[in-house]
């Protein structure tokens, strides 16, 4: 079966390059896009199952029941994200980056991946983490402030949270040099967002990894905003298309549609995984929310967006096809609500009991092999921290 990215597919929708859409249509530049646009999508807006013969068959396994489970991800992940910006608004967490509207993207993409497969992200995966197997306080120790990282990288297969943007990449491109170079057949996915397409790192890790035909996966969630800036200030033309420069095939997939963003990542690891090289995926969503709880989206959002993006909710969407099959029953459907529940009140709890940790903690983990420097600092540090205790007195 060949990937739908795969080089002598990636660019057919539009031979002539010179037509294709640009990214920023007449009106807003976040306004939604439609069901006629050129996005892979296998579910509608409204529910409907579309036919695909390209991407069909990467979902074929996908019965009712695993719709259901991807489903109840989602769920899970939109109420623990919402118990997080509660949090940080009552003073627990220093600061949350909310990942509101783009549940689809993240689960779809997640639950793609095989276990010894590696991700790399940014500040804002936490729906990936939680489908990844992150406990419910270490989603939220950083935020809390009581640690410098939340998990252990090893224990869910992925880094924690890498906060200089688009940094990422670099990280998982020679992560995937590593596994083509002791022969595994692992994959590495770099999640970026719209924005930090911009930065010098994304750009510098796709031509080391079309170079090397790296095994890698370049995710990007384009939801519209970087930051207080819309997507179409930065790129003219379709995010996806920036990757044929570096000779890497992109694809577009609507990132509100789980099914899709499913089919997209597995053809693309598939890809990977033959040895074929890394595929840029475009993931075209939308952030609900504020970029972190310091934002303010009402100072920049045109008013009448959110609610045109409301109506393009990725588990809405999902719900209306389940309950249009007769898949999703009241009984089912409370068990999800219960389980989405249950697990943001583990976040809370976990978040609540979190101790401060001794101040010298902060030299445990600097390094594998201790060294005279780090040593030297720690001693330092803790005659500064005696002169207050001797205040203190």
């Known amino acids: 079966m060949r990937s739908d990215v795969s080089p002598d597919r990636a660019l057919r929708p539009h031979e002539d390059q010179g037509t294709r859409p640009t990214t920023v249509p007449d009106g807003p530049d976040d306004a939604p896009p439609t069901d006629a646009d050129d996005l892979v999508r296998l579910v509608s807006a409204t529910g409907e199952r579309l036919t ?25 992940v939109r109420r623990f994200d919402i118990e997080a910006v509660a949090l940080q608004r009552q003073g627990q967490l220093g600061l949350w980056p909310p990942l509101l509207g783009q549940e689809a993207a993240q689960v779809g993409s997640a639950r793609a991946l095989r276990r010894d497969d590696f991700v790399f992200s940014s500040y804002r995966e936490n729906g990936v983490a939680y489908c990844r197997g992150a406990d419910p306080t270490d989603l939220v120790r950083v935020w809390r402030g009581t640690a410098l990282s939340g998990w252990d990288p090893w224990a869910i297969g992925m880094a924690t949270p890498q906060i200089v943007v688009g940094a990422q990449s670099l990280h998982a491109t020679g992560y995937a040099i590593g596994c083509r170079l002791d022969g595994a057949d692992a994959v590495s996915v770099a999640y970026v967002g719209d924005g930090a397409t911009s930065q010098g790192d994304v750009h510098e890790a796709m031509v080391f990894a079309a170079s090397a035909s790296a095994p890698v996966v370049f995710f990007c ?18 995010l996806a298309d920036r990757a044929p420069g570096y000779g890497i095939p ?40 504020p970029h972190t709880t310091s934002d303010d989206p009402t ?83 803790a005659a500064y921290l005696a002169m207050y205790e001797e205040v203190e007195r």
């Not at 068959?57 to 029941?65: C, T």
């Not at 905003?225 to 379709?238: D, N």
């Not at 009991?353 to 330092?380: K, M, Y």
């Open 52 to 76: 695909d013969p390209v991407h069909d068959p990467w979902v074929q396994d996908v019965d009712d029941d695993a719709l259901v489970a991807l489903y109840e991800d989602m769920v899970v």
């Open 221 to 238: 969630q384009n939801n519209q905003w970087a930051i207080s800036e819309p997507v179409g200030l930065v790129a003219r033309r379709p």
């Open 250 to 289: 992109g694809v577009r997939v609507d990132g509100n549609d789980v099914l899709a963003v499913l089919a997209v990542t597995r053809a693309a690891v598939d890809r990977a995984r033959r040895g074929e090289g890394p595929t840029f995926v475009e993931a075209v969503t939308y952030r609900m929310g």
């Open 299 to 381: 100072r920049y959002v045109d008013v009448d967006t959110p609610a045109q993006w409301a109506a393009r909710d990725p588990l809405l969407r999902v719900e209306r096809l389940l309950e249009s099959r007769g898949a999703l029953s009241e009984d089912r459907s409370g068990e999800i609500k219960e389980k989405a529940e249950s697990f943001a009140h583990q976040v809370r709890e976990g978040c609540l009991g979190l101790a401060v940790p001794d101040a010298l903690s902060l030299f445990d983990h600097v390094l594998v092999t201790p060294s005279p420097v780090v040593e030297r600092q720690r001693d330092e540090y």
